[in-house]
């Protein structure tokens, strides 16, 4: 059930805090670990999903909110575009299970990513199918913003290959 | 169901993961065997404040010790323990056959000295949920042959 990952997801989060001082160094582990998960993930989810491909970033973007999120962690964030040249989203997320048992952050960890993992999971997922993207915390409830957004970049290269073998 | 997926694979990055930080800092594997006990038993504790908020109170020991066989067993790994033995004097033997964790691993005797690693945290979980209800315990685990575990 999710409840047991949500609470695990915290034990790991306090384990992390205990060995590493630095909230950066907290973060850079939970991205690598989320790293680990989602190059993983994503065998498991285009198995389970069996979706076309995605001909477009945002395409791609819709399926991450839509499909992967719903698959796994029960909430639908909303996609908004925020760049002319069509590569960088932004998921919206104003329901957060990750954070379900966690009222805030203790004073001493105020940079902490919590969610960082997933921006990490992101990343290795979309890694696995070829697009290179830059994933991070735009906003973060827990740290007093009024919703939680993850912004991801699509970096240029797979764009340029493709262009290439044309 | 997609959930263990996610669960599977956290913990297997959990165990990868501290284990690479010790190699690279102080290099002591028992503490990370510690380490990761003792978030199962954070884990179990919460866990079953949750799972036993409308239950009935339990009789006795033998019993709670089937609700963890059946009803928390079941919630966490999708299936019940295959064989519960007990001296009836304090110690217990929960076997299953097909431990979740360990079935993506191997089936049979190849990767056995790695099977520890991945069992510490549900030794905590269960340490965790029985301190929640009252019970002081030790729990170890042994793998003879995977995926099997008692």
Redesign the interface.
């Known amino acids: 059930s999710r409840e047991l990952f949500v609470i695990t997801y915290g034990a790991l989060v306090a384990q992390l805090c205990k060995d590493y001082e630095k909230d950066e160094d907290v973060n850079t582990c939970l991205d690598r670990m989320g790293y680990g998960i989602g190059v993983r993930l994503i065998d498991d989810f285009l198995a389970r999903s069996a979706v076309k491909k995605c001909r477009s970033y945002s395409e791609t973007a819709d399926m991450i909110a839509q499909v992967a999120f719903k698959m796994y962690l029960g909430v639908t964030p909303s996609v908004s575009c925020s760049s002319a040249a069509g590569n960088e989203f932004s998921l919206i997320l104003d329901k957060n299970p990750l954070v379900d048992f966690v009222e805030e952050l203790p004073a001493e960890r105020a940079s902490l990513c919590y969610c960082n993992l997933l921006c990490g999971v992101i990343r290795g997922a979309l890694e696995m199918v070829h697009l290179a993207a830059e994933v991070t915390f735009l906003q973060d409830r827990l740290k007093g913003d009024a919703v939680t957004e993850i912004g991801i970049t699509f970096l240029r290269k797979a764009e340029d290959r493709k262009q290439k073998r044309n | 169901m997609?959930?263990e997926?996610?669960?599977l694979?956290?913990?297997n990055?959990?165990v990868?993961?501290l284990y690479r930080?010790a190699e690279q800092g102080e290099g002591e594997n028992g503490r990370c065997t510690t380490?990761l006990e003792?978030?199962?038993f954070?884990?179990g504790q919460?866990?079953i404040e949750?799972f036993t908020k409308d239950t009935a109170r339990f009789k006795d020991e033998l019993d709670i010790m089937k609700f963890i066989c059946k009803d928390f067993w079941t919630?966490?790994f999708k299936k019940q323990i295959d064989n519960l033995r007990t001296n009836h004097q304090g110690i217990y033997v929960l076997q299953d056959n097909k431990f979740r964790l360990l079935t993506h691993m191997s089936a049979g005797k190849q990767y056995l000295e790695h099977a520890p690693k991945y069992l510490a945290f549900t030794c905590g979980l269960i340490r965790g949920g029985l301190s929640n209800l009252g019970i002081k315990s030790i729990v170890t685990a042994e793998v003879s042959s995977m995926p099997a575990c008692k």
């Open positions: 997609a959930d997926a996610v669960f694979l956290l913990h990055e959990m990868a993961g930080a380490k003792s978030m199962g954070r884990v919460g866990l949750r919630t966490v």
